[in-house]
């Protein structure tokens, strides 16, 4: 009897060998909200069985303090929101990308080092786009990393070169979202 929508599948929809790797690059794109939530998703999976875990924001400063940030860090990740906030709030754009640099050092030595099994690099691929930071370099520092960090990087945009080199790639892409009705972010479900 042919497996239809209304029945539950009775085989197992993988038909490959399975094999385990050291470590997972997974992008989350697209124009659709949930790209940040879904990582910290992970971040909570990935300190539940003891890694160590570091998040780097590209573009949220320190000044907002959400739900993720203070659960995760409570749990042992390293947090550092290393932007200053909305680009058009910026004063001086110029500074605004001087932070992303820098965030990207630090986000590349951990890469390095090895010193994280989860590295969350949020929004990057914003300072990526922008030119704010070099895609090739960041490319390059990803395949080159110590072989035991994973790495999670969101964005809308995800630059061609960056979804190569990915694990996984999920784009999430809005068919309602309750900001575009004009409902301000929530505590608790938005931050």
């Known amino acids: 009897m042919p497996e239809s929508e209304d029945v539950p599948p009775t085989e197992s929809p993988i038909r490959i060998e399975l094999r385990r790797v050291p470590s997972l690059v997974i992008v989350n794109t697209g124009n659709g909200k949930g790209k940040s939530t879904a990582a910290f998703g992970i971040a909570l999976r990935a300190l539940g069985r003891g890694w160590r875990v570091r998040v780097i924001q590209f573009l949220k400063s320190g000044d907002w303090k959400t739900g993720e940030e203070d659960m995760l860090t409570r749990l042992g990740a390293e947090w550092w929101s290393a932007g200053d906030g909305f680009t058009w709030d910026s004063d001086d754009m110029e500074s605004s990308r001087k932070l992303a ?12 080092t090895g010193t994280h099994e989860l590295l969350l690099l949020d929004e990057i691929t914003y300072a990526m786009t922008w030119g704010w930071i070099s895609t090739d370099e960041v490319i390059g520092a ?50």
């Open 101 to 112: 640099v820098i965030a990207w050092q630090s986000a590349a030595e951990t890469l390095r």
């Open 142 to 191: 990803i395949k080159n990393r110590a072989q035991t960090v994973n790495v999670v990087l969101t964005g809308r945009d995800a630059p061609a070169a960056l979804l190569d080199i990915a694990d996984t790639v999920t784009t999430m892409a809005d068919t309602k979202h309750a900001y575009n009705a004009g409902i301000a972010a929530k505590r608790g479900i938005d931050y």
